[in-house]
C-alpha cells in the first residue's frame, strides 16, 4: 500500500453543516479564509436531522458548491455520506457537477452513519447490518455509473437497468472515495481497502478527543493486509484537534501520527471547540506544520 511517512501529508478543515454552521454563507467565508489561510482541504459534515426541535441543518451539498466557485485549490467533501439514506443515482449525478465545478477537487467519503435515530426518523432501517448491505449496494452503483458506460445493477436494495451517466468526472479514473469506520471493527475496514482511503475513528473517542497514534498505525497495518498486492494512491485520514498558537507544538501533536502512516490531517471545529470567532481564528493561524516549513498545497489526483 502506497502509505509511508515519507508521502506528503495534507491539511483540511472539518466543519459540521449544523447549529451556527447551518448558515452556507458562513461556511463559504470559512473555506475562503481556509484556502486563503494554507489549507489543503474543506470537508463538511452530512447530518440530515437535527437532534433537537430548535436546531438547524443545511445541506452540505449546495454549500460545496458555492464553495468551490469561491475557491481553486482546495479538495472538496462531505464527510461523510450516509449513503444508505440516499439514491445513488442522485448522488451520482450530484457528485460529477460538484467535481466539475470544482475542477476536479471532490473527494467522496461515505460511511455506515453513527445515528440510529436518523435512520428510525427517516423511516429506514436502522440495524447496522441492512445500513452496511446498502452502503455496499450504493458504492458499487456510484463505481458503475461514474463511468460513463452502460450500466447495470440489480441488488436488494438498489436497481438500475441499462443506464448510461454522462457526462463523467474530470478525475481519473474516478473521484477518490474514502470509506470511514469505527476502530476496532474489522468490516468498516476491509471495505476501505476496496477503495482509494481509509477515514477511521476509535471506538469511546469523543469530539475532543484523537485516537493513540498507535491505534492508527494498527488500522494501516490491518488495511494494508487487507489491500495485498493492490497499488496506487491510498490515503489515512484522522480528525484532530490543534490549538493553533504554536506551530512547532501544533506540528509535534500531528508527527507520531504521519509516523504511523497519516496522509491527511482533518482539523475537526464545531461548537465544541468553541465560538465562531475561536472557530475562524483557529483556521486563520493555517494547518499546524512546522513554522519552518514551506505551506503545502492541494494535490490533484
Known sequence: ????????????????????????GLLRELATLAEQSGWDG????????????D?????????LAAIAADTERLRLGVMVNVLALKQPAEVARATVALDMLSGGRLIFGAGLGSSAAEFRALGHDPDPRVRAEKLDEALHVLDGLWTGGPFTFEGRWFT???????????QRPRIPVWIAGTWPARRPMRRASQWDGVFPTRAGVGHTQMMPPADLEDVVSYVSAQRGGRHGPFDVVMEGQTSGVRSDTDAAVVAPYRTSGLTWWVEKLGWFRGPVELVSSRIRSGPPVPRDAATPSASTR
Open 1 to 24: 500500500m502506497d502509505v509511508t511517512p515519507q508521502q506528503p501529508l495534507r491539511y483540511a478543515v472539518g466543519l459540521p453543516n449544523r447549529r451556527e454552521y447551518a448558515d452556507p
Open 42 to 53: 474543506f470537508f463538511l459534515w452530512d447530518g440530515q436531522v437535527a437532534e433537537h426541535p
Open 55 to 63: 436546531e438547524h441543518v443545511t445541506d452540505s451539498w449546495t454549500a
Open 160 to 170: 438500475v437497468t441499462d443506464q448510461t451517466f454522462q457526462p463523467v468526472s474530470p
